[in-house]
């Protein structure tokens, strides 16, 4: 494989790392997918699936898109309800977050930069 180009499948790439495509913990390290700038995923929630717990104290700036569905995003700062496609919201450090898929739902998540 040559390290400078990729194509695949969000779906499939994403299953061995909860959907994450871009980011630090691509193995190996030299491959092209595999970077500490960015973070990006791929995620289809079923209608009901919830994130029941915050997430805390995260220090990167996040956005999430809504490819199609209903999403709802809850942050420390209000909710954000999402069903067109394209909508989406960007909140950066330290604004805590939970989610939930309102309507079977297909998201793509970019959070910047990717660290450990």
């Known amino acids: 494989m040559n390290a400078n180009w990729y194509h695949g499948n969000a779906a ?16 190996p390290s030299d491959h092209v997918r595999s970077t500490q700038d960015v973070e990006v995923k791929w995620a289809t929630h ?8 915050w997430t805390t ?14 999403f709802r995003l809850h942050l420390t700062e209000g909710v954000v309800t999402m069903t067109r496609q394209g909508d989406y ?28």
């Not at 079923?46 to 717990?53: F, L, N, Q, V």
């Not at 104290?57 to 209903?70: A, C, I, K, N, P």
């Not at 919201?89 to 450990?116: C, F, K, M, N, Y």
């Open 12 to 27: 499939e790439d994403g299953q061995e790392t909860r959907g994450w495509l871009l980011g630090h913990f691509i193995k």
């Open 46 to 53: 079923p209608a009901g699936e919830k994130r029941p717990e």
């Open 57 to 70: 104290d995260d220090q990167r700036t996040t956005m999430l898109l809504l490819v199609e569905g209903h």
């Open 89 to 116: 919201a960007v909140w950066g450090p330290g604004i805590d977050h939970l989610w939930e898929a309102v309507d079977d739902s297909v998201v793509i998540t970019v959070r910047w930069p990717s660290s450990p």
